[in-house]
């Protein structure tokens, strides 16, 4: 049974007064899956529950702890199950068009430490792949969106933009950095997972979500620097935007 293979995870703490009111119908199409999946929404500081009609032994509410990385940290400490959906920015979640089933499958089956689907911006209705392959030479570190093998019909990233899924004792062993921004929790967390510990992602594109937005492209340079201190990068490279960092700014030998 599916309540017993995976947990739903959901930071709304940083949603838009539009985007929270999207939630109680949300939790209506998780009450569709044939089993009560167990749900942890994290709820900002401004209400006091999520308006989320779920069953009480099914959901659980927790306080905004300030930033969505003490948030997701949080949320894990309560995963019972050997899988978890993080729910990233979203907005619906359509039980036919989620296919979460098919995402537990392929999570073993590829060989992978998160499998991902596409994404729907829910402002202007637009899908994305949200696959990005990655490079990382020479202090250098290049997304660009697509992908180089596939498998399953399922696509190898080395970043993943929307909701994925991920092994629930992978995601405890490897926690989100509390001391980062918000816009570069996540590019630090798969950089760390796919450069470092060699880990490899995937994306299914016949699941698909809906989500408020996709990661923030407005990313400030000095929010970007924090990311790239951790890992000694001088120049970042996303989607034509480029972020370029002398060497004594992120701890690289020389001037």
Same mark, same amino acid.
Not at 49 to 72: D, F, I, M, V, Y
Not at 76 to 85: C, G, I, N, Q, S
Not at 93 to 119: M, Q, S, W
Not at 162 to 176: M, Q, R
């Given at each position: 049974?599916?309540?017993?293979?995976?947990?739903? #995870?959901? /930071?709304?703490?940083?949603?838009?007064?539009?985007?929270?009111?999207?939630?109680?119908?949300?939790? @209506?199409?998780?009450?569709?899956?044939?089993?009560?999946?167990?749900?942890?929404?994290? +709820?900002?500081?401004?209400? /006091?529950?999520?308006?989320?009609?779920? #069953?009480?032994?099914?959901?659980?509410?927790?306080? @905004?702890?300030?930033?969505?990385? *003490? %948030?997701?940290?949080?949320?894990?400490?309560?995963? /019972? $199950?050997?899988?978890?959906?993080?729910?990233? /920015?979203? +907005?619906?979640?359509?039980?036919?068009?989620?296919?979460?089933?098919?995402?537990?499958?392929?999570?073993? #089956?590829?060989?992978?430490?998160?499998?991902?689907?596409?994404?729907?911006?829910?402002? @202007?209705?637009?899908?994305?792949?949200?696959?990005?392959?990655?490079?990382?030479?020479?202090? =250098?570190?290049?997304?660009?969106?697509?992908?180089?093998?596939?498998?399953?019909?399922?696509?190898?990233?080395?970043?993943?933009?929307?909701?994925?899924? $991920?092994? =629930?004792?992978?995601? *405890?062993?490897?926690?989100?950095?509390? %001391?980062?921004?918000?816009? +570069?929790?996540?590019?630090?967390?798969?950089?760390?997972?796919?450069?470092?510990?060699?880990?490899?992602?995937?994306?299914?594109?016949?699941?698909?979500?809906?989500?408020?937005?996709?990661?923030?492209?407005?990313?400030?340079?000095?929010?970007?620097?924090?990311?790239? *201190?951790?890992?000694?990068?001088?120049?970042?490279?996303?989607?034509?935007?480029?972020?370029?960092?002398?060497?004594?700014?992120?701890?690289?030998?020389?001037?």
């Amino acid at each position: 049974p599916l309540h017993r293979l995976f947990t739903i #995870a959901i /930071d709304i703490s940083q949603y838009s007064q539009e985007d929270l009111k999207m939630v109680p119908s949300m939790c @209506n199409q998780i009450m569709e899956m044939p089993n009560k999946v167990k749900v942890i929404i994290t +709820v900002p500081n401004k209400l /006091d529950s999520s308006q989320c009609a779920l #069953a009480r032994n099914q959901l659980k509410e927790l306080p @905004n702890l300030g930033s969505p990385a *003490k %948030n997701w940290n949080n949320m894990v400490k309560y995963v /019972d $199950t050997p899988y978890m959906l993080v729910a990233r /920015d979203i +907005v619906r979640f359509d039980v036919n068009d989620t296919r979460i089933e098919r995402l537990i499958r392929e999570l073993p #089956a590829l060989g992978v430490a998160a499998v991902g689907g596409a994404v729907r911006m829910e402002n @202007n209705g637009h899908w994305y792949r949200g696959c990005y392959s990655t490079i990382y030479r020479n202090f =250098t570190y290049v997304l660009k969106s697509g992908y180089r093998h596939s498998l399953h019909e399922c696509l190898y990233c080395g970043h993943l933009m929307g909701p994925f899924l $991920t092994e =629930t004792e992978f995601i *405890k062993k490897n926690a989100l950095k509390e %001391n980062l921004p918000n816009t +570069v929790t996540f590019y630090e967390w798969f950089f760390r997972a796919f450069h470092v510990q060699k880990k490899k992602f995937a994306l299914c594109p016949d699941s698909m979500f809906s989500i408020q937005n996709i990661e923030n492209t407005n990313i400030s340079r000095e929010d970007m620097l924090q990311f790239a *201190k951790i890992h000694h990068i001088n120049i970042i490279h996303k989607d034509g935007q480029e972020w370029s960092y002398k060497c004594n700014e992120v701890g690289v030998g020389g001037a």
